[in-house]
């Protein structure tokens, strides 16, 4: 019996946004676990949520499972140099008294970028393999939007990523992870590695794998993989975190080189044939609520537009409101529109109470360009404590905390507010205060990809919208000073040059 040890670091770093993310967005999330050690691991993740509990159901008993510590924060900016040495120290110093080991298992990203390191994860390896030295196999899972490094295919064995997005497939990652290592405790560590990337950046919003091209160039991965292989990882990329490695990759590890090398280079190309394929419609805030009305007309479910520049789920600040404003200002009539994080207008509802109007200046506190409030009379339907059970297939049932929160109304417009930020990838964000999605007209929602999963099978069509925000669709658009020069900011888009 084996000695493994598991431990989770995860986040998502927008390198574009202003504010900053510290220790506590790891201590206090509003929507994972908030930093268990421990048994306390264990008990977190022994049926559901992450990963982790893949691969802990994955190890089926035949192991000693030595749980570390597991941290995650909502997305947004840069990891804060304390953050990440408070967390990154204490997961090294858990590992060096859980010595010895004969494997270690991460749950990572793989798109943090701290004040730092701008590869968050290749510098958390280096550490965690100068500890338990050359012998020993380390294994890694990756969210389908990591900027993968040669630093983090160099020191991890294997590199199971997920292969969906909306990401369905978490705990079956986990599982994939735990077979990886029972091999590697049998085989040991594999001579052959290999890293491609791709010439070009691809937004979020081209990422999809529901849909083509995205959809069979995973399936193409998932079958090249061989038993010679240890991992075969297409992996996506997280455009909005400013690294040199930025972008799609294929990496591979396996026990002959020359099948990783042929191996990376067969889905590369495959990837590499499709860049012209790449293609979604990105309307502007008032083409897009046009578009809706009119579909609407006709439909019998809700058409859903992604309010795709202020995902809170790719470090956006959830407090923009420019879909608001196209919403009134065409009149749209049974629409909601959320989650608007704004504590202060949470507030003010609970104090004026249920039936009561307010005067508000909603939202666009957020220092960015184009963002502002929009001031409008809005009456309060409902107020609630913002604590909530999710339903859906991505959140898989966990629990929510996101604060006072308030459903308020204008027009023919509901709009759901809360105190923190949480993006709408499952219909309990919106539910929770009573609303029937499904006698909505219009939903219009912060996400970019995630909502799919949950909001499509109610939905008639759904399509995004470009209101200005922290996320911006257009790699073009951010101020990279780390991007490798040469590399196209979106398929057959310009060449970023240094």
Same mark, same amino acid.
């Given at each position: ?10 986040? %998502?770093?927008?390198?574009? /946004? ?66 990440y ?65 040669p630093?983090? /295919? ?14 369905v497939?978490?705990?079956?990652t ?30 979020l ?14 399936? $193409? ?23 040199r ?13 020359? %099948?990783?090398? $042929? ?24 083409? $897009? ?8 007309? =006709? ?51 609970? %104090? ?7 005067e ?18 809005? =009456? ?9 059970? =999710?339903t ?47 006698a ?22 759904t ?17 990279? =000073? ?17």
């Amino acid at each position: 019996m084996a000695r493994i040890a598991i431990a989770g670091f995860m986040h %998502e770093t927008n390198c574009f /946004v202003p504010d900053p993310t510290d220790y506590d967005d790891f201590a206090h999330p509003a929507d994972r676990p908030a930093m268990p050690r421990g048994d306390d691991m264990l008990a977190e993740f022994e049926e559901k949520g992450a990963a982790t509990a893949g691969f802990m159901a994955g190890n089926d008993g035949n192991h000693e499972i030595y749980p570390l510590l597991w941290a995650s924060a909502t997305p947004g900016g840069a990891v804060t140099r304390r953050a990440y040495e408070m967390i990154a120290s204490e997961l090294i110093s858990r590992l060096s008294q859980a010595l010895p080991v004969e494997g270690v298992y991460l749950d990572l990203h793989g798109a943090m970028v701290s004040e730092e390191f701008e590869d968050g994860e290749g510098e958390l390896l280096r550490r965690v393999r100068a500890v338990v030295g050359e012998e020993v196999p380390v294994v890694i899972s990756l969210d389908y939007h990591a900027n993968v490094t040669p630093e983090m /295919v160099r020191e991890a064995d294997a590199i199971l990523p997920y292969r969906t997005y909306p990401h369905v497939d978490q705990y079956e990652t986990g599982q994939r992870a735990a077979v990886a290592m029972k091999r590697l405790l049998i085989d040991g560590r594999p001579s052959g590695r290999a890293l491609r990337h791709l010439p070009f950046l691809l937004p979020l919003n081209f990422q999809c794998t529901l849909v083509e091209p995205t959809k069979g160039i995973v399936e $193409a991965a998932t079958a090249r993989q061989t038993d010679d292989m240890l991992s075969l990882a297409y992996l996506a990329g997280f455009p909005p975190a400013d690294l040199r490695d930025c972008g799609p990759t294929v990496s591979v590890h396996a026990y002959s080189q020359e %099948e990783a090398d $042929a191996a990376a280079d067969e889905i590369a190309q495959t990837v590499a044939l499709k860049e012209a394929e790449f293609a979604e419609p990105l309307l502007q805030p008032d083409e $897009a609520v046009q578009e809706a009305m009119r579909l609407a007309e =006709t439909a019998t479910k809700p058409i859903v537009l992604a309010d795709t520049q202020d995902n809170p789920g790719c470090g956006g600040s959830a407090d923009t409101v420019g879909m608001l404003a196209a919403l009134v200002r065409n009149d749209a009539q049974g629409a909601i529109f959320g989650v608007v994080r704004d504590d202060l207008a949470a507030e003010a509802a609970h %104090e004026a109470g249920v039936g009561a109007e307010i005067e508000l200046d909603l939202g666009g506190r957020t220092d960015l360009p184009g963002v502002e409030p929009f001031r409008g009379t809005f =009456t309060v339907e409902v107020v609630n404590d913002g604590r909530y059970q =999710t339903t859906g297939p991505v959140s898989q049932g966990k629990p929510y905390d996101v604060g006072p929160s308030a459903l308020l109304s204008i027009g023919g417009v509901k709009v759901a507010v809360s105190s923190r930020r949480v993006q709408a990838l499952d219909r309990m964000v919106f539910e929770n205060f009573g609303v029937d999605l499904t006698a909505q007209k219009i939903i219009v929602l912060k996400s970019t990809c995630h909502y799919r999963a949950h909001f499509d099978p109610i939905a008639e069509t759904t399509f995004a919208a470009l209101a200005p925000g922290g996320h911006g669709a257009n790699p073009a658009d951010f101020a990279f =000073t780390k991007l490798r020069s040469g590399v196209r900011y979106y398929p057959l888009g310009p060449v970023h040059e240094t």
